[in-house]
C-alpha cells in the first residue's frame, strides 16, 4: 500500500472506472451504487447500494471493484451493502443520462411521488433515444433488467429500453 | 455465494415448541415469515421463466421473481443477523424443512394457469405494498430501509398484476372464466395475510410489526375495485379461510417446492461457487 492514504476524491476517481456489467457505458459512481469510499490503516472500504433488491449484477460489481482497487495496489478492500437510504434513478446525473441516451437507453424520468395513487395511471410518453419522438408505446414496465422498462417507437419503429424511474 | 449448513435454532426445531409455547426470539419469527413469503412465492414465479405466455410476460414475471428472491435474500440475512445463532440466509433458506416454514399458505400453491398465476400475484403484491408502506416506519432501522426499498419495488408489481387482472377479467369469455376460477379459489387464502398472532403482537408492542389486522380493509379498498372493473365477482362469503403457514403447517406442495429448490444446497453442502 502507498503511504500516503487515498484521499476519498482519488477513491472516486478509481471507482469511477468501474462500469455497470449491464450498462457498460456509466460507471457505478455515476449510477449512485457506490454510496461512499474511505481508507484508513486498515484497508479501503466501499459503500455500495443495490439498484434493485435482487440485482443479479451485484457480485460483479463487488468483484470488479475489488480489481480496479487492486490495479491500484490496493488489496485490502472491505464492500459495505446498505439498504437506507432506498437506492433512487434521482441519483443519475445529467451527463450519465445523456450517455444512457446516445447507448439507446431512455434516461429515467421523474420518480412519481405519493405512492400508489391510481393502478391506471397513465404516464407520459418516454422519448426514444434514436429519433426523439415521444410517439411511443410502453410495452411493459419489466424489460431485458429489473431496472429497465421495454417501449417501441412508432415514428422510427424501433424497439427500445427505458431505465424506469425508482 | 457461499452454502453453510446451520444448526436447527431453538424456536425453529420443534414445530410442537413453536405452536404451544410463545417463540423465543418473536422478532426473528416476525421477520422469517417476511423473507418466507417471498422466497417462497419468488420460486414460484420463477417457475414461469420460459413457460410465459407472451415474452414480455416471461420476462416480467422472471423479473418480479427476482425482486422477491432479493427481498428474501436481505430479510433472511437480517433474521440470521438477530438471531445471533451463526445462520445467513443460505442457511435458512436452504437448511430448514417445511414445518420450519412460516410462509402463508397462498404463496405455496402450484402455480397454476397464467390466470391463477396473476390473480394471486395481485392478492399478495396489493397485501405486500401495504405491509411495506407501513413498516417503512418501524422502529427498528435496518427492517424500515428493506420496507423502503421493497415498496419501490412492489409499486411496479402491483401496478402490472392489477392492469392483468383487469385485462384477462375483461377479457374474453374463457380469460374471464379461468380469473374469475382463480378469484373463488384463492379467496379464502387471504385472511391469513391479515391475521396477527403472539409473534406479531410482541413485535408490534415493540413498534417494530404493524398491525396485520388494521390492513385488511385497506386491501380491500385496493382489490375490490380493480375486480369490479375486470367484471370478476368479489367473492360473497369468506370461506373458510385456510391458514397454518405461519406455524409451521403448510398445504402438501411445499414439499415438493422445496424439494426442488434445496436439492443442489443439500446435495454439495459447504458448496461455493
Keep these: 500500500m502507498n503511504p500516503a492514504l487515498p484521499t476519498r476524491d482519488e477513491l472516486f476517481a478509481i471507482l469511477d472506472g468501474v462500469k455497470d456489467p449491464e450498462v457498460p457505458v456509466i460507471s457505478v459512481v455515476e449510477l449512485g451504487i457506490v454510496r461512499d469510499a474511505r481508507a484508513d490503516a486498515a484497508g479501503v472500504t466501499v459503500t455500495i447500494t443495490p439498484t434493485y433488491s435482487g440485482c443479479p449484477a451485484m457480485h460483479t460489481i463487488e468483484q470488479d471493484i475489488r480489481a480496479a482497487l487492486a490495479e491500484r495496489g490496493l488489496s485490502r478492500v472491505t464492500i459495505e451493502t446498505v439498504h437506507a437510504p432506498a437506492w433512487t434513478t434521482e441519483w443519475i446525473g445529467p451527463a450519465a443520462r445523456e450517455k444512457l441516451r446516445a447507448f439507446g437507453i431512455a434516461p429515467p424520468g421523474a420518480v412519481e411521488q405519493g405512492g400508489l395513487v391510481t393502478l391506471t395511471r397513465r404516464r407520459a410518453p418516454v422519448a426514444c433515444p434514436y429519433c426523439g419522438s415521444r410517439d411511443t408505446e410502453l410495452r411493459s414496465e419489466f424489460g431485458s433488467t429489473a431496472c429497465k422498462a421495454i417501449h417501441v417507437c412508432r415514428a422510427c419503429r424501433q424497439p427500445f429500453d427505458e431505465f424506469k424511474p425508482l | 455465494m457461499t452454502q453453510k449448513p446451520g444448526a436447527p435454532s431453538a424456536s425453529l426445531a420443534s414445530p410442537a415448541a413453536a405452536r404451544s409455547a410463545p417463540a423465543a426470539n418473536p422478532l426473528f419469527e416476525y421477520v422469517v415469515r417476511l423473507g418466507d413469503d417471498r422466497l417462497v412465492l419468488g420460486h414460484r414465479l420463477a417457475e414461469w421463466c420460459g413457460h410465459g405466455p407472451i415474452l414480455e410476460e416471461d420476462i416480467a414475471l422472471a423479473n418480479i421473481a427476482l425482486d422477491l428472491t432479493g427481498q428474501a435474500a436481505a430479510l433472511l440475512a437480517l433474521a440470521g443477523e438477530i438471531e445471533g445463532a451463526g445462520r445467513d440466509e443460505d442457511a435458512l433458506a436452504y437448511f430448514r424443512d417445511e ?118 380493509e385497506r386491501w380491500r379498498a385496493i382489490v375490490e375495485p380493480v375486480l369490479r372493473e375486470a367484471t370478476l365477482t368479489v367473492p360473497a362469503a369468506p370461506g373458510a379461510a385456510a391458514t397454518g403457514g405461519r406455524r409451521g403447517r403448510h398445504t402438501e406442495h411445499l414439499g415438493h417446492l422445496l424439494a426442488e429448490m434445496q436439492i443442489v444446497a443439500r446435495s454439495h453442502p459447504g458448496a461455493a461457487w
Design chain 2, 99 to 216: 414445518t420450519q416454514f412460516r410462509n402463508a399458505l397462498i404463496t405455496e400453491l402450484p402455480k397454476g394457469d397464467f390466470g391463477f398465476t396473476i390473480v394471486r400475484q395481485f392478492f399478495f403484491d396489493a397485501y405486500s405494498y401495504l405491509l411495506w408502506e407501513a413498516l417503512a416506519g418501524a422502529k427498528h432501522a435496518k427492517l424500515a430501509a428493506l420496507a423502503a426499498k421493497s415498496l419501490k419495488e412492489d409499486t411496479y408489481h402491483l401496478r402490472h398484476s392489477g392492469e392483468w387482472v383487469r385485462k384477462l377479467g375483461d377479457g374474453t369469455a374463457e380469460s374471464h372464466a379461468r380469473a374469475q376460477a382463480a378469484v373463488d379459489a384463492l379467496w379464502r387464502f387471504t385472511a391469513e395475510l391479515f391475521e396477527s398472532d403472539a409473534v406479531d403482537l410482541a413485535v408490534a408492542k415493540d413498534g417494530i410489526a404493524v398491525d396485520h389486522g388494521a390492513l385488511a
